[in-house]
DNA sequence: GTCTATACTCCGATAGAC
DNA sequence: GTCTATCGGAGTATAGAC
């Protein structure tokens, strides 16, 4: 009942290249975490490359769907706290965490993937969704910060002094005052 | 009067390590630069690492610094204020700057570097200066996000819509703003 | 779908001449 | 202080058997 080899495959990429980066990670450990040889992996991806595009091309599509949905909503009070809490539980979501956590740490090995360069673009939609169009610089650099806060939690903070619940719920509210800026 | 081969190699080191990573950075980029081989690259420093060490070592003795400081003196507004200020000014300076940045974008490739893990509890002490022992959660997140806030204004903010000067401007305001929750 | 075997390239690092 | 030459290893990727 196990799943099936091109998902373990990319479960073991997203790990490994979080926690130790996209070009210090080689097909060849991937492969042995996997109990098989290099050869195999390329049997189901073209390319290193593309295993990372099989990842982020989720995250993609996710921003995509939560981009239409702000968009739809009247700007209110109320859709702000709606998507700030969308937001962070997509960021917290065991599937979807791992990949955003990823995508924050390998900014530069991945500067020129163009699915990243269009997340990138998203992300600055986003951020600038609750801005209005005279919008001073303290507010638009409050604005960019907010989506960032959402992130922060796992690293910003040590986690010996607050519970992961706390450290959400403090993220969650931070975001919010930074977009009511 | 020209600068000294060690500087330069440290030059250009940086903005390659900042701008494509420190893996995807190979020596013989570097010493093609510099017009010279890889091998006298070896001539001044031991190792890869070594460039690395020479670069961290001058970031750590800054927030050392600048920690010693904090301390002397009394935990008031304007302390605060002086304190985000110093700190955006030395994130700007062109020397650290490039510095701060690199760190930054290579926290995955240098996880495990001794310098960088002493930066790392530093930063945490600073961010936790402001901090009353019995603080709330949410302001623990404010207070670690008010030092990155003043990182960010380099690659979170567009610099089409804003002036150099202005994103400065609007990041010490931020930080100050959350520090002051 | 996975294997062995291998091609080719690049890496960091060293030895030793100049 | 910089060079040429080279080492050993690891990287991605491919060919072809099973």
Known sequence: MRED????????ALRRFTEQGYEATSLREIAEE??????????????????????VEQ??????ELLAWVRSRPKTARTRREFVERYAAGVR?????G?????????????DHPTLIEIRERLME???????????????????????ALHSGKWLMNEDELSEEEI??????????????
Chains 1, 2 share one sequence.
């Open 168 to 181: 959400h719920q403090a993220t969650v509210e931070v975001a919010l005052r930074l977009l009511e800026t």
């Open 34 to 55: 996997l109990g098989v040889t290099k050869a195999a992996l390329y049997y189901h991806f073209k390319t290193k490359d593309d295993i990372v595009a099989s990842l």
């Open 93 to 97: 979501a065991t599937r979807h965490h």
């Open 59 to 64: 995250r993609l599509s996710e921003l995509e």
């Open 126 to 148: 986003l951020a600038s969704e609750f801005t209005e169009p005279g919008a001073s610089a303290t507010q638009r650099v409050s604005h960019s910060l907010a989506l960032f």
């Open 5 to 12: 080899t091109r998902s373990r495959i990319q479960e073991i």
């Open 99 to 111: 990949i955003a956590h990823f995508l924050e740490r390998n900014q530069t090995a991945l500067r």
